[in-house]
């Protein structure tokens, strides 16, 4: 089975500060992504890495960076938080080939305050 | 830039069927998807089909694609308690999966 793990499934911070969010998949997965998941407005891509050190910005970057020095592991990286960066945080992967499905890890849920 | 439609809401009681619908703009879409979240999870692959299919049945999921009217449906028979989550409709074309959209989710509510 595909694993998708996630650093934390809770996280408090506070405003101001700067927060990393860990993902990591077992499977060898060329791509790898990190989304924001609000209510009422879906999911929403952040970042995007389709290899080693690359990596391509999605719908919302501004606020966050990311890294990938490992085929296995994506970090989201918010600078300096804010309030409305107060969301769930999901990361996926899947393979360049192939039927392209998205797996998922189980979310972080970030509060900002 | 492409764009996959839902409607938010479906409530159902349980043992009936649900079938949630989803439109999409991309007509070079290569295979199309159906996720599943419960509350407090990540999403959850249930199905997906490819392009060229007309249908494709699981157990008691039943995935239509009408490809001319770019509309894509999942029908779950006999519904029960467990099946209520968000069900997502996602889209991807042909580019080393780069290009994959999300529609907004559809709430399905199984009433007893």
């Known amino acids: 089975d595909v694993k998708v793990t996630q650093s934390s499934r809770y996280l408090v911070k506070r405003t101001g500060e700067k927060v990393f969010l860990e993902c990591v998949q077992d499977?060898?997965?060329?791509?790898m992504f990190w989304y924001r998941q609000d209510p009422g407005l879906g999911l929403r891509l952040i970042y995007f890495?389709?290899?080693?050190?690359?990596?391509e910005k999605g719908d919302i970057p501004e606020g966050y960076s990311v890294s990938r020095e490992k085929k296995e592991r994506f970090s989201l990286i918010l600078e300096s938080a804010s309030t409305n960066q107060t969301s769930m945080y999901l990361c996926?992967?899947?393979?360049?080939?192939?039927?392209?499905?998205?797996?998922f890890g189980p979310g972080t849920r970030l509060t900002v305050t | 830039g492409e764009d996959v439609e839902q409607s938010l809401f479906l409530s159902v009681r349980e043992g009936d069927s649900s079938v949630i619908n989803c439109t999409y703009t991309?007509?070079?879409?290569?295979?199309l998807y159906w996720y599943k979240q419960e509350p407090g999870a990540g999403l959850q692959l249930l199905t997906y089909?490819?392009?060229?299919?007309d249908m494709k049945q699981d157990q008691r999921l039943t995935v239509l694609l009408n490809k001319k009217d770019k509309h894509l449906s999942l029908r779950i028979a006999d519904t029960q308690t467990g099946d209520s989550a968000i069900y997502f409709c996602?889209?991807?074309?042909?580019?080393?999966?780069?290009?994959?959209?999300f529609g907004p989710g559809t709430r399905l509510s199984v009433l007893p």
């Open positions: 991309d007509s070079s879409s290569t295979y």
């Open positions: 890495s389709y290899d080693v050190k690359m990596k």
């Open positions: 996926a992967s899947s393979l360049h080939d192939g039927s392209y499905e998205q797996y």
């Open positions: 996602a889209e991807s074309g042909d580019n080393y999966g780069q290009n994959f959209v």
């Open positions: 499977m060898d997965h060329e791509n």
């Open positions: 089909i490819f392009s060229n299919m």
